[in-house]
C-alpha cells in the first residue's frame, strides 16, 4: 500500500472485468488507478473474480448472486487456474448438474444480462464497505452492466455521488437481442442518465443513442 494512502480521499469502484490481461473494460480502470492516486485519492475495488486479485490496492473479488453469473464467473475463473483440461471439465459438469435446476428458473424468469447477478453481491459487499469507510464518491464501469446497477442501488441507499463511465452503445437498432433483455437495458441506460451524477460515455455513438 503506497504510504498514506489510508488518509486519502476514498472511492469505491465498481468493476466486474478488473485485472483482466487483454480485456479492454479492465485496462479503462486500471490504467486510471495511478492517475486517482496521484490526485490523493484511494481507490477500494469490487470485482469480479476473473482477474488477478490486486496485491497493492484493497480488493474485494466476489462472484455472482445466482446461477447463472455463478456459472460464468467460475468457468472463467477455473479455466485460468486448473492446468489440467480434464479436472476442469469434471468439475464444470459436475458443477452445471448441481446447479441446473436453479439455473434453468433464473433463465426462465431473468432472461437479461449473464452476470447481472453480480450487482447484487456488489451491493451486499459495498454495503459492508461503505459502513466502515464512508466513500465519497462511486464509480462505475463496464462493460458488464451489473456493475452500474450496482452503483445506482448502492448510490441511491447511501446518497452517495455517483460516475457511470459507458463504453458501448447500451441499446441500438438491430441489437440481437431477446426483448427483456432490451427492456432491461432500456431501462438501465435512462435510470443512469437520470440518477447517475455524471455519465462518462467512451463514444460519441454511445451518447447519441442513449439521448
Not at 488518509?7 to 478488473?18: V, Y
Request: with cysteine; glycine share 4%; hydrophobic share 45%.
Amino acid at each position: 500500500m503506497p504510504e498514506n494512502l489510508h488518509d486519502h480521499e476514498t472511492w469505491l469502484i465498481l468493476s466486474h472485468a478488473f485485472n483482466m490481461d487483454g480485456r479492454a473494460a479492465s485496462q479503462t480502470i486500471t490504467d486510471k488507478i495511478p492517475h486517482l492516486i496521484n490526485l490523493g485519492i484511494r481507490p477500494v475495488i469490487i470485482s469480479g473474480v476473473l482477474g488477478r486479485k490486486d496485491a497493492v490496492l484493497e480488493h474485494h473479488q466476489i462472484v455472482s448472486a445466482l446461477p447463472v453469473g455463478i456459472k460464468f464467473d467460475l468457468r472463467h475463473y477455473l479455466k485460468n487456474r486448473i492446468p489440467s483440461r480434464f479436472t476442469y471439465r469434471i468439475i464444470m459438469l459436475a458443477l452445471t448438474v448441481i446447479l441446473s435446476p436453479l439455473y434453468l428458473l433464473e433463465k426462465f424468469l431473468m432472461p437479461i444480462e449473464t452476470t447481472w447477478s453480480w450487482s447484487i453481491s456488489a451491493y451486499l459487499t459495498g454495503r459492508r464497505i461503505i459502513a466502515k469507510q464512508r466513500p465519497k464518491l462511486i464509480y462505475s464501469t463496464g462493460g458488464a452492466y451489473s456493475a452500474h446497477l450496482a452503483g445506482y442501488w448502492l448510490s441511491r441507499r447511501y446518497n452517495i455521488p455517483w460516475i457511470a463511465e459507458v463504453h458501448d452503445p447500451m441499446v441500438y437498432e438491430g441489437q440481437p437481442i431477446s426483448q427483456a433483455r432490451r427492456n432491461f437495458l432500456l431501462w438501465l441506460e435512462k435510470t443512469i442518465c437520470t440518477h447517475a451524477d455524471l455519465v462518462w460515455w467512451f463514444t460519441r455513438a454511445a451518447m447519441e443513442r442513449a439521448r
